[in-house]
């Protein structure tokens, strides 16, 4: 319902009446406590990781909402200071962009028409938590998940992080289910001992934990497609495969209701979207394939994806109907992370549409 | 008679125990080795004379180029390559003529130190103050009474330390030196040497260095230009050594005990919105050698070695993200080394040598699991010379044996290899100091610990990476032409090929392991420049210049991005110079050294430039003598433009400072 509402305007309008909706955050959608996104257009935005180290800056990146045009760099070009050192997650909620970058250590709060920082905030003193991870919103509260162990809440009308709960070490990508956060504790920094098998859940009201569960080895991504909840567990890179799972509830032999996880598929890179679960499986030294499952029907039907050159990232738009799979370039039969990588777009059957070039190391797609 | 004077006069004008060795080849007679003693600004004559490319840089020349610390040093080199993390607390390596810096050995009064876990030596650690000579070896090393394992680096950089004196009578020296510097460095050091008599002597040093390192610099972040300063940079380091002797008629004995210890904090790069570092770095090393040195017969000479070295690093840096909140990586390495050479000379002109080395080094860690790999090296030189009036000619074939183990798992590939050297010098005109030269040297490296063991990163399946070194070259030097005093010149134009050159690939998002992929080549010349132009009695100019052209281009596969580009980090023109007016009043140097812009990575990306730089620099200096003490004092400004350059992207080098020093002898 929110595309195509503004395609013959021009972008000036475009910023215009988002400067008109700009307190749109919070409770103006007959109380569902969610912003009206009907006023943005449908774009999609890609973070390139960049690599520092060898002076390739993070980049913003912003495919137009008729999957025309692509924009490189546009917080760069708009703001004329870096983005930072390897963006790690963002979203967009309401009026804003909010993008976590993790070895800056910083969230940006970026006007979503203007491109614009309102605000970044520094996170090196912070007190709830450091090294952004990944970000869900609700009920105009944006949830960050921090690599040293917690889950922030910041508030979209103050832009100030008003909360953060203690959970598992390593947090990865969170999601929100039953108004409960799940929180993949990878345990990643303890690699040498063995990576994490728990996830921590967390009410929103209160903002707390309410229990750690055991999860598949190595737990990365929590996916929903708003009636079930799906993990990606990343596994040892060694003999433990990297697998989507779906959360279920088992009986146990004692007759008690307790939380397990069924295998759909091997998979290292997934989205959810459109009734159905995207997969990329690129395994430690395997040969990679993409797939596509059917929540509803429980199918699994392989995808041909060869325009993609090595790929790092997943996203899915059901409502513009694009899957995206951003990839980096092949060098000598190894990926670059530091060659300008590329964007592939495909319809949601997998049907190929369209590559376009992008900076180095696109790793995170949002909508 | 005539060989203990022999022997003495060579450990006077050459510390570094190997080096002397040369005396002991007839071929370096009294008078070859006389202008080292007399030496003032005149330069190692090997610079021109040797079959290989080296460059000598003695006490003296450090003081006359205005030669700040050892990574300035480096620079004044030719055909070297300094990493250089900024300050005095930021780690210093160098590589040599295109090749990683894994293939420059460092050799530390006449024993090659090692690293079997990063392969790189940190020069930081070897303060000026203590070294009475530094040679660099671009290739192959022209003397062949050494131990096997001088001929296993495609380069080597020989560092000797002021040692202890031989003399028959008794006597005792002591130096003291105090140099302080802006951003709180100061760095006392003492020296002492006794003479006991009937040929023992002993002789020790020590010194403490502190810098707070917390230079400022200027961050460019698109529009947004902020002064900055380097914070959780400081250091303190120490550093003793005691040294004994034996002269005898049998040969002499030499023992040597060092230990270093430093504890410093890592700024870590510059990175946009971050200032705050908790990384921390402590570092000991340990190591005690015996050196024994003796001629058998008029025929036969002798050379053995034994060291054992300790060496350990432990990083800790403090962050959330960790298990427990801390990240506490502990690493010791040991190592046990023994060499003997024989030196056989069968008639005039001719020589021989066979060298034996064995090396066993390991690596344990705190570290769970840490496999404690180790290595065993075998390594054997035969090696021949020949030289007459106007052909010096010098072959040498290395046998390697590299066997690996590991206490806790799987160990590394063996290796073990035949690797040939030739060098030939041609003095074509007897009565002109000009010398044709060329050599070629074939050589590996073995994979590095970090590279075979290190977790989610190195693999066991690696070969070694091959070198091979081409080098011609012209050379001419005179001790006076008119006005012109101790002039050499030096041109060598080279090709090296590196092959199975190991690279990190990402074996998938996550994981990078470490496989021999690369090919490159190098095309480059080296020029030197030394002289000294007498103006009046009392007044001359000093004059020192390098010019140095590297190519290097990857040359893995044509449909890689990378190919016929400039490697990462080579500059294809680098440079340096210096001029000193020595006159009765005060001395005065200015010197500079340049560099052109280099890549980050070998794709050479418009973004990833580095751009070039030159740093230029003021010293003076001048002696008083008060009755028996000899006070030397100095001043420094460096970086006199206040020219904001990296040598190591986002490691910012210091702006313009100031160093004083007095030195007292006595």
């Known amino acids: ?367 | 008679m005539r060989k203990q004077i022999l022997l003495i006069l060579t450990y006077l004008s050459v510390p570094c125990l190997l080096e002397a060795a040369t005396a002991y080849n007839p071929e370096d007679s009294v008078s070859q080795i006389l202008p080292d003693l007399l030496v003032t600004s005149a330069e190692n004559s090997k610079t021109a004379r040797g079959a290989t490319p080296q460059q000598t840089i003695n006490s003296e020349n450090i003081k006359l180029r205005g030669i700040t610390d050892i990574s300035d040093a480096m620079r004044r080199l030719p055909g070297v390559n300094l990493r250089d993390y900024g300050g005095a607390g930021g780690m210093k390596t160098v590589s040599v003529r295109g090749l990683g810096s894994e293939h420059t050995a460092i050799v530390y009064d006449g024993v090659a130190l090692s690293d079997c876990q990063s392969g790189q030596i940190d020069l930081s650690r070897y303060s000026l103050d203590n070294v009475s000579s530094l040679t660099l070896y671009a290739g192959e090393n022209d003397d062949i009474f050494l131990p096997a394992k001088a001929a296993a680096s495609a380069s080597s950089l020989y560092i000797s330390s002021f040692l202890a004196p031989s003399t028959s009578s008794r006597s005792i020296s002591l130096r003291a030196k105090m140099t302080v510097g802006e951003w709180s460095y100061y760095n006392p050091y003492i020296n002492f040497a006794q003479s006991l008599g009937n040929g023992f002597s002993w002789s020790g040093n020590a010194e403490f260095s502190h810098s707070k390192n917390d230079y400022p610099f200027t961050l460019i972040n698109g529009d947004l230009v902020t002064r900055e300063r380097r914070e959780n940079s400081q250091m303190n380091a120490w550093h003793a050594e005691l040294n004994g002797r034996w002269d005898s008629k049998m040969g002499t004995l030499a023992a040597k005990v060092y230990y270093y210890d430093n504890a410093r904090y890592l700024p870590g790069p510059v990175i946009y919105y971050v200032s705050k570092s908790n990384e921390h770095l402590r570092e000991r090393n340990f190591f005690g050698q015996l050196n024994y040195k003796g001629r058998l017969s008029s025929k036969v000479s002798l050379l053995a070695t034994g060291k054992f070295n300790w060496s350990t690093s432990r990083y800790t840096d403090i962050n959330g993200k960790y298990p427990g909140g801390t990240l506490d990586d502990y690493y010791i390495q040991r190592e046990t080394y023994m060499t003997a050479s024989a030196l056989y000379i069968p008639c005039r002109g001719v020589s021989l040598d066979y060298s034996a080395d064995w090396t066993w080094n390991n690596l344990s860690s705190n570290l769970p699991g840490h496999i404690d790999p180790y290595r065993n090296s075998l390594l054997q030189t035969l090696a021949a010379k020949y030289s007459s009036g106007h052909v010096t000619i010098l072959g040498r074939i290395l046998y390697s044996l590299y066997l690996n183990g590991a206490r806790h798992g799987d160990a590394g590939s063996n290796a073990s290899r035949w690797s040939p050297a030739l060098s030939v010098s041609y003095k074509p005109f007897s009565s002109q100091g000009f010398y044709v030269r060329g050599s070629y040297k074939n050589i590996f490296r073995m994979p590095t610990f970090n590279e075979a063991y290190f977790d989610h990163y190195g693999s066991i399946n690696l070969d070694p990476e091959t070198t091979d070194q081409l080098n011609v070259g012209l050379t001419y030097e005179t001790s006076g032409i008119s006005f012109l005093d101790n002039l050499t010149v030096t041109c060598d134009g080279y090709m090296n090929h590196v092959r199975n050159k190991i690279v990190a690939v990402p074996y998938n998002m996550f994981i990078w392991t470490m496989t021999n992929l690369g090919k490159v080549r190098v095309f480059g010349l080296d020029v030197t420049l030394n002289g000294e132009l007498r103006l009046h009695r009392a007044h001359s100019l000093l004059l020192s210049g390098t010019y140095s052209y590297q190519r290097a281009q990857p040359r893995t596969s044509p449909d890689k991005a990378d190919w016929m580009k400039q490697v990462a980090y080579i500059p294809l023109n680098s440079g340096s110079g210096s001029l000193t007016w020595m006159n009765p009043w005060v001395n005065l140097v200015a010197h500079f050294t340049a560099v052109s812009a280099r890549y980050t990575n070998s794709y050479n990306l418009p973004g990833t430039r580095i751009p070039g730089y030159a740093d230029t620099g003021l010293a003076i200096f001048k002696d008083f003598r008060v009755k028996h003490t000899i006070i030397e004092g100095r001043f420094d400004l460096l970086n006199l433009f206040d020219k904001q350059y990296e040598i190591v992207a986002q490691y910012p080098m210091p702006g313009r400072s100031w160093k004083v020093s007095v030195e007292v002898k006595f």
């Open chain 1, 1 to 367: 319902m929110k595309k195509h509402y503004l395609y013959a305007m021009s972008l000036a309008l475009v910023s215009m009446l988002g400067a008109c909706s700009n307190d749109d955050e919070p409770n103006d959608n007959g109380g569902t406590g969610e912003p009206d996104e009907t006023a943005y257009a449908d774009v999609a935005y890609i973070l390139n990781q960049g690599n520092m180290g060898q002076k390739v800056e993070g980049r913003l990146s912003v495919l137009d909402e008729n999957r025309q045009e692509l924009s490189s760099g546009v917080f760069q070009a708009v703001n004329k200071r870096s983005l930072g050192d390897t963006p790690q997650c963002g979203i967009a909620y309401g009026s804003k962009i909010y993008v976590g970058v993790y070895v800056s250590n910083t969230i940006e709060i970026i006007d979503r028409n203007t491109y614009k920082s309102i605000k970044q905030i520094s996170l090196e003193n912070s007190d709830k938590g450091t090294q952004p991870r990944s970000m869900v919103a609700k009920n105009g509260k944006v949830y960050v998940s921090m690599y040293d162990g917690y889950v922030a809440r910041l508030d979209t009308l103050s832009m100030e992080l008003d909360a953060s709960v203690k959970v598992g070490p390593n947090p990865e990508n969170i999601e929100i289910f039953n108004n409960r956060i799940y929180v993949p504790n990878s345990d990643g920094m303890n690699y040498k001992v063995g990576y994490g098998e728990t996830a921590s859940v967390v009410t929103l009201e209160p903002f707390a934990v309410e229990e750690t569960i055991k999860v598949p080895l190595n737990p990365n991504k929590f996916m929903t497609d708003g009636t079930n909840l799906f993990l990606l567990s990343m596994g040892n890179y060694g003999d433990v495969d990297a697998e989507v799972y779906k959360m279920v509830e088992k009986v146990n032999d004692k007759g008690e209701k307790e939380i397990g996880f069924n295998s759909i598929a091997k998979a290292t890179l997934a989205a959810v979207g459109a009734g159905k679960i995207y997969m990329v499986n690129a395994p430690y030294g395997g040969t990679v394939s993409y797939s596509r499952y059917d929540i509803a029907s429980g199918t699994t039907r392989e995808m041909k994806c060869d325009e993609v050159s090595y790929p790092s990232g997943i996203g899915v738009d059901a409502e513009n109907g694009t899957l995206l799979i951003s990839a980096m370039p092949l060098d000598g039969g190894y990926a670059s992370y530091v060659l300008p990588g590329t964007l592939c777009e495909y319809d949601l059957n997998g049907l190929y549409r369209k590559t376009y070039n992008i900076g180095s190391g696109p790793a995170v797609i949002f909508f």
